[in-house]
C-alpha cells in the first residue's frame, strides 16, 4: 500500500512554539512507511520563503516522496503573495497552497482569504484549510460560500474539524463536492464514518506532526476499513487530489 501523509510541516513556528526539521520528518516516513509527504512551513514561521526554499531543496534530494505546499500570510501584498506562491507551483513543482484561519488569523470570508483561493484558481492547485481550533474563523462551515464561488477549486479541510467540529466538516463536504477531509487529530470513529459516508475518495490521511504519525495510522488500522478503503484514504485520494508525481517514489 502507498500511503501519502497529505499534512506535513517542516520548519520552526513562532505561533505554536514548534520546530521540525528535514531529518525529523524523514526518519517519522521511514519508521512509519509512509512514502510520500506534502509538505509546508508552519504559520508562525520566521522567513516562510526560506523555508518554502528548504521543501523544494529537500524534494530535489527526495524525488516522488515530498512535494511542497505554499504556505504564507495572506495578510499582504496580492502581488506579493501571488508572486512567491506562483514561483513555487510553476518552478518549485509545489501542489498547493494554505489557508491557515488560526495560526494568520484569516476569516475565510475576507478580502485576504479570497485572494488565496484566486491564487489557487489561476494556478491549477488545490487549497487546503485549517479548521477546527480557532473558531470562529476556523469553522468548517465558512468554506461553503468559498467552494460554492470557486467549485474549480479543490479544497481540503485540514483535520476536519478537528473532533469537536467533525459533524460541521462532514456536512460541508456532503453540500459541496469540491470539498475533501484531511483527519488528522480526528477521533479514529469519525474518521472510519466520513469514510464509509462520504466514500474513500473524498478523505485523506494527514498526521500534521511527526510525532503524531504512528497515531493517525493506526486510527485508520484500527476501524476494520476494507483494503480498498485504505489504499484510497491513505494514499490515492491525497495523489489524485494533489496531483501527485510520483517519480522515483513509485
Given at each position: ?185 480526528c477521533p479514529s470513529t469519525d474518521i472510519a464514518w466520513m ?56
Amino acid at each position: 500500500m502507498f500511503i501519502v501523509d497529505a499534512h506535513q510541516h517542516l520548519g520552526s513556528c513562532r505561533v505554536f512554539d514548534l520546530n521540525q526539521t528535514e531529518e525529523d520528518l524523514l526518519a517519522a516516513m521511514d519508521q512509519n512507511g509512509v512514502a510520500a509527504a506534502v509538505v509546508q512551513p508552519l504559520p508562525g514561521a520566521p522567513d516562510a520563503v526560506a523555508v518554502h526554499g528548504r521543501i523544494a531543496e529537500l524534494s530535489r534530494q527526495h524525488p516522488g516522496r515530498i512535494f511542497g505546499m505554499v504556505n504564507l500570510n495572506p495578510h499582504t501584498d496580492p502581488g506579493k503573495y501571488f508572486a512567491e506562491a506562483a514561483r513555487c507551483v510553476r518552478e518549485l513543482g509545489f501542489v498547493a497552497v494554505k489557508l491557515h484561519t488560526i495560526g494568520h488569523a484569516v476569516l475565510p470570508l475576507s478580502k485576504d482569504a479570497e485572494m488565496v483561493f484566486d491564487t489557487a484558481r489561476q494556478l491549477g492547485v488545490p487549497v487546503m484549510v485549517h479548521t477546527g481550533a480557532g473558531i470562529p474563523f476556523a469553522s468548517p462551515s465558512l468554506i461553503i460560500p468559498r467552494a460554492r464561488q470557486f467549485p474549480d477549486v479543490k479544497i481540503v479541510l485540514a483535520h476536519s474539524g478537528g473532533s469537536i467540529l467533525s459533524a460541521e466538516a462532514y456536512v460541508t463536504a456532503k453540500e459541496c463536492p469540491n470539498v475533501y477531509l484531511e483527519t488528522s487529530w480526528c477521533p479514529s470513529t469519525d474518521i472510519a464514518w466520513m469514510v464509509r459516508d462520504l466514500g474513500a475518495n473524498r478523505v485523506m490521511l494527514g498526521a500534521d506532526l511527526v510525532g503524531n504519525m504512528a497515531t493517525e495510522l493506526t486510527k485508520y488500522r484500527s476501524q476494520g476499513l476494507s483494503e480498498s478503503e485504505l489504499e484510497a484514504s491513505m494514499g490515492r485520494t491525497a495523489i489524485e487530489v494533489y496531483n501527485l508525481k510520483l517519480g522515483a517514489a513509485k
